[in-house]
């Protein structure tokens, strides 16, 4: 099946900093979203991406979906304590199948 | 409005036992799918049920197993438990099906000893 390489593993920063992270895989996908889990919490959707090259913003936090629509980056500026969690990115779309594929998640922690 | 529901938010069981988990979509939304979340294994697609229908499944044994009634919620099944089983069991829904937007729930963490 198809597999999605999330890095960095974890990341440990400064408040303030910027932070950024990707996933890339070896399918092409047709849609890119990314996801962020808190403790004890289910994953809720950030960004959702539908097409090759579109850059999206929410908030502090934008999004990318490569040009070869296998890989997707997620940036975050000025980091504060609260955006401690686990971001997941996943692909649907290939092979024609919707269902999608998560990454293994980027463990963020900010240090005030 | 409401988010989604996950019962129980936590489950002991020993092996060889059964357990049911229950989901309750938001209001509307047709679709519910399951997952399955480990250290090791991320997150795993189990199965989606769409108006009373599954229709996708992913790579588990037929231990695993699930329905959806009328009012859109959903139960999963799972039997003859083994100690690989423990994990967060995540329950999403959606308007259209694993294609539109998911919203989990905040899942049942099952542990089996």
């Known amino acids: 099946g198809q597999q999605l390489n999330q890095s960095p593993q974890s990341m440990f920063i400064q408040e303030g900093e910027d932070v950024s992270m990707n996933c890339t895989s070896s399918?092409?996908?047709?849609?890119w979203l990314w996801y962020k889990q808190d403790p004890g919490e289910g994953p809720v959707l950030l960004i959702a991406?539908?097409?090759?090259?579109e850059l999206t913003s929410n908030g502090r936090l934008t999004a990318q979906f490569g040009i070869t629509r296998k890989d997707s980056f997620l940036n975050i500026s000025a980091s504060i304590p609260s955006d401690v969690g686990i971001y997941f990115c996943?692909?649907?779309?290939?092979?024609?199948?919707?269902?999608?594929?998560f990454g293994r998640g980027t463990s963020l922690i900010v240090h005030p | 409005k409401a988010g989604v529901t996950q019962t129980p938010r936590y489950l002991i069981k020993t092996r060889g036992q059964q357990v049911t988990l229950s989901c309750s979509p938001i209001?509307?939304?047709?679709?519910v799918s399951w997952y399955q979340q480990t250290p090791g294994q991320g997150l795993q697609f189990l199965f989606e049920?769409?108006?009373?229908?599954?229709?996708n499944k992913g790579n588990f044994p037929g231990r695993f197993s699930g329905r959806q009634f009328s009012n859109s919620r959903s139960e999963m099944n799972v039997s003859t438990l083994e100690l690989g089983d423990s994990a967060l069991y995540l329950c999403?829904?959606?308007?259209?099906?694993?294609?539109?937007?998911?919203?989990f729930g905040n899942g049942t963490r099952l542990t089996v000893t």
């Open positions: 999403a829904s959606s308007l259209r099906g694993v294609d539109s937007p998911l919203h």
């Open positions: 399918s092409i996908f047709n849609t």
């Open positions: 991406l539908y097409k090759a090259g």
């Open positions: 996943a692909g649907q779309g290939a092979g024609g199948s919707y269902i999608p594929t």
């Open positions: 209001s509307g939304h047709r679709s």
């Open positions: 049920y769409f108006s009373e229908t599954q229709r």
